[in-house]
C-alpha cells in the first residue's frame, strides 16, 4: 500500500542550528513530493515540491529538500532555524494521473531561544 | 487574491445535532478537496470534486458525512448525528487543476468540538 513516514512526531532545535526533518515514502509509481508547513491555527502552505529534473530542490523561507530515490525520500533541510519556523510539517506524495495526496502524520517543530 | 475561506473558524456543538461545514475555493479552481485533522494524525482524505464530474466519496467515513458542490464553487460538508470521535479540524483545500502535481490551497479549516 502507499504510504508516507515521518518517523519524528517531534523535533527541537536551537534558533540558528540546522534542521533536518524526514520524509519516507513508499510508492509504486513515480512520485511527485511536497512538504508543507501548518502554523497554528491556520491551513497548510507549501513550502517546495519535486516532480522532476534537479533532486535538490529550493524552497520558500529558506528550506530545501532533496529527493534520494534509492531510499525513497524526500528530506527537509534548512541551515539555519529562525524562531519564527516553529510549526508542524507534514510531507505529501502524490503521482501522475491521479488527484490524491497522501499525506504523513507530521513532525512538530519547537525552536529553542 | 483572495485565498481559500472557511467557515465557521470554530463550531461546538452536542452529539446527535447535524452540521455543516462551508468552503469558499480560490475563484477559477476547478479541484475542491476535503480532508480531516485529528489530534495526532496526518490529514485523512475525505472527499474530491473536480468540475462537473462526480465526486469522489472513497474517504467519506461513514454515511452520517456528506458534501456537495454547488454551482462549481463554494462547497458544504455536512455531519449528520455528529458523535464525539468526529470532533477534528476540517481543512479544505483547492487547486487549479485535477492533476497530482498541482499544488493545492488550503484554508484555515474549521474546528469541530462535539460535546
Known amino acids: 500500500a502507499q504510504s508516507v513516514t515521518q518517523p519524528d512526531i517531534h523535533i527541537t532545535v536551537s534558533e540558528g542550528a540546522s534542521l533536518e526533518l524526514r520524509c519516507n515514502y513508499s510508492?509504486?509509481?513515480?512520485?511527485?513530493l511536497f512538504w508543507y508547513v501548518q502554523s497554528p491555527g491556520q491551513g497548510l502552505q507549501l513550502l517546495l515540491k519535486?516532480?522532476?529534473?534537479?533532486?535538490l530542490v529550493q524552497g520558500i523561507k529558506g528550506f530545501e529538500a532533496e529527493f534520494k530515490r534509492s531510499q525513497s525520500s524526500f528530506n527537509l533541510r534548512k541551515p539555519s532555524v529562525h524562531w519564527s519556523d516553529a510549526a508542524e510539517y507534514f510531507c505529501?506524495?502524490?503521482?501522475?494521473?491521479?488527484?490524491?495526496?497522501?499525506f504523513g502524520t507530521g513532525t512538530r517543530l519547537k525552536v529553542l531561544a | 487574491g483572495a485565498g481559500v475561506s472557511q467557515s465557521p473558524s470554530n463550531k461546538v456543538t452536542e452529539k446527535g445535532k447535524d452540521v455543516e461545514l462551508r468552503c469558499d475555493p480560490i475563484?477559477?479552481?476547478?479541484?475542491l478537496y476535503w480532508y480531516r485533522q485529528s489530534l495526532g494524525q496526518g490529514l485523512e482524505f475525505l472527499i474530491y470534486?473536480?468540475?462537473?464530474?462526480?465526486?469522489?466519496k472513497s474517504g467519506l467515513p461513514s454515511d452520517r458525512f456528506s458534501a456537495e458542490r454547488t454551482g462549481g464553487s463554494v462547497s458544504t460538508l455536512t455531519i449528520q448525528r455528529t458523535q464525539q470521535e468526529d470532533s477534528a479540524v476540517y481543512l479544505c483545500?483547492?487547486?487549479?487543476?485535477?492533476?497530482?502535481?498541482?499544488?493545492?490551497?488550503f484554508g484555515p479549516g474549521t474546528r469541530l468540538t462535539v460535546l
Open positions: 483545500a483547492s487547486s487549479p487543476r485535477d492533476r497530482g502535481y498541482n499544488e493545492q490551497f
Open positions: 510508492y509504486g509509481a513515480t512520485p511527485y
Open positions: 519535486y516532480f522532476s529534473g534537479d533532486t
Open positions: 505529501a506524495v502524490s503521482t501522475s494521473g491521479t488527484y490524491k495526496y497522501i
Open positions: 475563484s477559477g479552481h476547478t479541484a
Open positions: 470534486f473536480q468540475g462537473n464530474s462526480a465526486p469522489d
